[in-house]
T-cell receptor, first 115, second 115 residues
Framework: DSGVTQTPKHLITATGQRVTLRCSPRSGDLSVYWYQQSLDQGLQFLIQYYNGEERAKGNILERFSAQQFPDLHSELNLSSLELGDSALYFC??????????????FGPGTRLTVL | GNSVTQMEGPVTLSEEAFLTINCTYTATGYPSLFWYVQYPGEGLQLLLKATKADDKGSNKGFEATYRKETTSFHLEKGSVQVSDSAVYFCALSDGGSSNTGKLIFGQGTTLQVKP
């Protein structure tokens, strides 16, 4: 158990819908990262928050957004869903925000299926 | 930009065989290097890491050495077990001026160990 929790574990929805994925980081970790794992794109970095503020953006679509709340949990919002958004979404956390030696601890993931 | 390339799988070995999974990287600056493992139906777990050149990371019988001269971080294990069957990801953490610890992953290598 990494100490990072993600809910829900599975999500099945229809095209055009909007969903929210939730992540709680390990106790004491200030940074949260979101990654998408799909068969064709592999594991890709989406976005990072550090202590409530956006720190870095990766290959995140404009239909996707995220935020980190004062209690440090984070939510990833996916809207106008398309079939191609079906993937496993991971959240990871680390102590600091821009230190490359930091270890990121991953949650179990949310599997999103768009029908 | 920064990138990671892993040997293609799947890799199929007999129990107690020697394992090598090749990983090479392209990066500016001085990234940290990681191996993560993903067991079926689970999230990513850190296997080992190295944060500077010539460092050797090790855990559970697995080892990898950060070779700056060959830009490599190959994963090795002397004697694999059936329980090592999983997908292995090599990753680097951006150590440049971007001020983020985001991970860039290789495409993953599936290891299957047969009794």
């Amino acid at each position: 158990d990494s100490g990072v929790t993600q809910t829900p574990k599975h999500l099945i929805t229809a095209t055009g819908q909007r969903v929210t994925l939730r992540c709680s980081p390990r106790s004491g970790d200030l940074s949260v990262y979101w990654y998408q794992q799909s068969l064709d794109q592999g594991l890709q970095f989406l976005i990072q928050y550090y202590n409530g503020e956006e720190r870095a953006k990766g290959n995140i679509l404009e239909r996707f957004s995220a935020q980190q709340f004062p209690d440090l949990h984070s939510e990833l919002n996916l809207s106008s869903l398309e079939l191609g958004d079906s993937a496993l979404y991971f959240c990871a956390s680390s102590v600091a925000g821009g230190v490359h030696t930091d270890t990121q601890y991953f949650g179990p993931g949310t599997r999103l299926t768009v029908l | 930009g920064n990138s990671v390339t892993q040997m293609e799988g799947p890799v199929t070995l007999s129990e107690e065989a020697f394992l090598t999974i090749n990983c090479t990287y392209t990066a500016t600056g001085y990234p940290s290097l990681f191996w993560y493992v993903q067991y079926p139906g689970e999230g990513l777990q850190l296997l080992l890491k190295a944060t500077k050149a010539d460092d050797k990371g090790s855990n559970k019988g697995f080892e990898a050495t950060y070779r700056k001269e060959t830009t490599s971080f190959h994963l090795e294990k002397g004697s694999v077990q059936v329980s090592d069957s999983a997908v292995y990801f090599c990753a680097l953490s951006d150590g440049g001026s971007s001020n983020t610890g985001k991970l860039i992953f290789g495409q993953g290598t599936t290891l299957q160990v047969k009794p």
